[in-house]
């Protein structure tokens, strides 16, 4: 049981250049989540899926975009990568029952991309 | 909009002293509240999570509380150990969404 695990750990692009992290889990989860960290910003969320098939914008979406391409994976994708974009990204999953249970509402984490653009 | 704050943004105390961090955020209709640690060039791990409709959650030393009529949530941690030293993050999903607002965190050092 690997939990969240993302690709590539780290990436330097050039401005203008497009790349795509990856986010896949295999706990069954509904639910999967983009953010990036910057210092002292906190993390802010970029893009979420609450369920398979369906995706929606979060706090920062401006230069991304994201494909559910299945239960397990969650791609976010740079179409032309900015300075601004140099950041740590993180993806999460919960299972989100609607239960209320906090087992099934405990977010997890990948171990992040450090993404940077010159 | 959901505002969340975590106060302070850093502290530094000896090993053994009880401390508590906190959390404020300005809309009290969450769906739930969460706890992260997280270490140096790590990934966020989470400690514990208040359902809306709970008051605390304990797990081992750690304890949280939530005071939804003020916008609060504290994070007690007992008997303090170098080993606790690490950013300390809370996470507020308000009631309707998926989306989770973050704090900015505080860094916990624990002097040996």
């Known amino acids: 049981n690997a939990g969240v695990t993302q690709t590539p750990k780290f990436q330097v692009l050039k401005t203008g250049q497009s790349m795509t992290l990856q986010c896949a889990q295999d706990?069954?989860?509904?639910?999967m989540y983009w953010y990036r960290q910057d210092p002292g910003m906190g993390l802010r969320l970029i893009y979420y899926?609450?369920?398979?098939?369906?995706?929606d914008k979060g706090e920062v979406p401006n230069g991304y975009n994201v494909s559910r391409l299945n239960k397990r994976e969650f791609s976010l994708r740079l179409e032309s990568a900015a300075p601004s974009q140099t950041s740590v990204y993180f993806c999460?999953?919960?299972?989100?029952?609607?239960?209320?249970?906090?087992?099934?509402?405990?977010?997890?984490f990948g171990p992040g991309t450090r993404l940077t653009v010159l | 909009k959901q505002e969340v704050t975590q106060i302070p943004a850093a502290l530094s105390v000896p090993e053994g002293e009880n401390l508590v961090l906190n959390c404020s955020f300005t809309?009290?209709?969450?769906?739930?509240l969460q706890w992260f640690r997280q270490d140096p060039g790590k990934g966020l791990t989470s400690l514990l999570l208040i359902q809306s409709s709970q008051r605390e959650q304990t797990s081992g030393r750690l304890n949280a509380s939530l005071d939804k009529s003020s916008g609060r949530s504290t994070l007690y941690i007992a008997a303090s150990q170098p080993g606790d030293s690490a950013t300390y993050l809370c996470a507020v999903r308000t009631s309707g969404t998926y989306k989770y607002i973050f704090g900015t965190g505080t860094r916990l050092k624990v002097l040996a």
């Open positions: 899926s609450a369920s398979e098939g369906t995706t």
């Open positions: 809309d009290s209709a969450i769906y739930n």
């Open positions: 706990m069954n989860h509904n639910s």
């Open positions: 999460a999953s919960i299972l989100g029952t609607g239960l209320l249970r906090n087992n099934t509402d405990t977010q997890y």
